[in-house]
């Protein structure tokens, strides 16, 4: 079967659908990932190892580094998730809407199914257009209308709240989204979409989530098309990331230390990097721990730190998150299931809305602690919540029995089985 994949936006956005074309190539299909990633990322040596064909789409306007951390720091500063999607909408969707359409066309018209991120609707257009089978994926699962389920960024008042919660969090999404959507539907002679969330963001056929079902059990309302497949980690027998130099040693010299990442919550601008190592390294000695520290840049010696840290520029999470203590993240959906397939407890300073919810469904686990928010974050806050985790009661077991029961999962396995069906139910 010939399979396009589609994806857009930062590293933890683009995770999952390589994960899913290495599982699809080991399961012998023909396949090829369209792939825009907001800071420019190279996923080629990826595609090399898994065996897929990839299709680079850059933002024709390439930002500086400079500009970058500009339009990030305003993210973080608005704090609204409202006018934070439309921040991230204006610098990084609409520049590249043209090129993401002409490589979803060509994705169309050379497979026999396609697969694109929820937010990916050029993609849903496309198939529309050639009478492709298509699938939507989508990476968290707050964005699917349900009477049980307290809706992204509304205070949880009771079930008697959630309707009228959802329908305000429908309308704020739509004025966003919809204007951008039909736009490109009434110029390719197509009916306008109603509603975002339910019909822009999930395919009418299949409608995958991947997240493991451990953390989101499908609620009676959604419908048929909506399939919880679990957490999409590349196949074990494909991964092949090795320990940065030196940190093995480090990990089996002491005690099992903290691992701080922000993630593509980063960007690749040194001020903003040394900021950000200077607060985590603060809030480390205060908390009289050892530590490795993911910061991106090049060249490591730009931050000097003591001989109770480890400086990394990243690592295979499967391998290092099982011998450390906690992992404090920014709650990224990729970041927030590896930690919990580890078996770790996280603390989450979350940066932008999503976050928010990760950092709420951890806490609704008993395997977190408080939420922390990046604006005005400080190194005693951070400090405090490293000491809160370590005392806290059965929170490290808890992680750990779930991480078990994650282990037992497959959910790159469920979603080709899901998508096979797809083109076999044509």
């Known amino acids: 079967m010939r399979i396009g994949l589609q994806a857009w936006g930062s590293e933890g956005d683009i995770q999952p659908f390589t994960a899913l074309a290495a599982g699809l190539v080991e399961a012998g299909h023909d396949v090829t990932l369209a792939v825009t990633d907001n800071a420019g990322r190279d996923y080629s040596d990826l595609a090399t ?124 999404v739509n004025r966003i989204f919809l204007p951008r959507v039909n736009a490109l539907r009434t110029r390719e002679n197509l009916p306008p979409d109603t509603d975002v969330m339910t019909q822009t963001w999930a395919a009418d056929r299949l409608n995958l989530i991947a997240v493991s079902p451990q953390i989101c059990r499908a609620p009676p309302d959604w419908d048929s098309r909506h399939h919880v497949c679990g957490f999409l980690n590349p196949p074990a027998t494909l991964m092949a990331d090795e320990l940065p130099e030196g940190l093995d040693a480090f990990l089996s010299d002491g005690a099992p230390p903290l691992y701080l990442t922000f993630g593509s919550m980063m960007p690749k601008s040194l001020p903003y990097i040394k900021e950000t190592a200077t607060l985590w390294m603060d809030a480390v000695r205060r908390a009289g721990c050892r530590a490795i520290l993911q910061l991106p840049w090049s060249d490591l010696s730009a931050f000097e730190t003591d001989v109770q840290m480890f400086k990394v520029q990243r690592t295979p999470y499967s391998k290092v998150f099982p011998r450390c203590s906690m992992v404090i993240h920014h709650g990224g959906a990729g970041t927030t299931q590896s930690a919990l397939l580890a078996g770790r407890p996280s603390i989450i300073v979350a940066h932008v809305s999503d976050q928010f919810f990760w950092g709420a469904e951890l806490e609704r686990l008993g395997v977190a602690g408080a939420t922390l928010r990046r604006k005005g974050l400080t190194a005693r806050q951070l400090a405090d919540g490293v000491e809160e985790v370590s005392k806290a009661s059965g929170l490290a077991s808890r992680a750990g029995a779930l991480g078990a029961m994650m282990s037992s999962e497959n959910g790159v396995r469920t979603a080709i089985g899901l998508i096979e069906n797809l083109l076999h139910q044509r």
């Open 49 to 172: 190892r898994f065996g897929y064909r990839l299709v680079t789409v850059p933002n024709p306007q390439i930002p500086t580094a400079e500009q970058i951390e500009a339009v990030w720091r305003k993210i973080i500063e608005v704090g609204n998730p409202i006018r934070q999607a439309e921040l991230v909408m204006t610098h990084g969707f609409d520049p590249v809407l043209e090129p993401m359409y002409s490589a979803a066309k060509e994705l169309c018209a050379n497979n026999d199914v396609v697969v694109g991120h929820f937010f990916v609707y050029p993609l849903r257009v496309a198939a529309e257009k050639a009478g492709v089978p298509a699938a939507t994926l989508n990476i968290v699962h707050n964005c699917l209308p349900s009477v049980s389920v307290c809706p992204p960024g509304f205070p949880s008042l009771g079930r008697w709240s959630y309707p009228l919660g959802w329908r305000l969090v429908q309308f704020m």
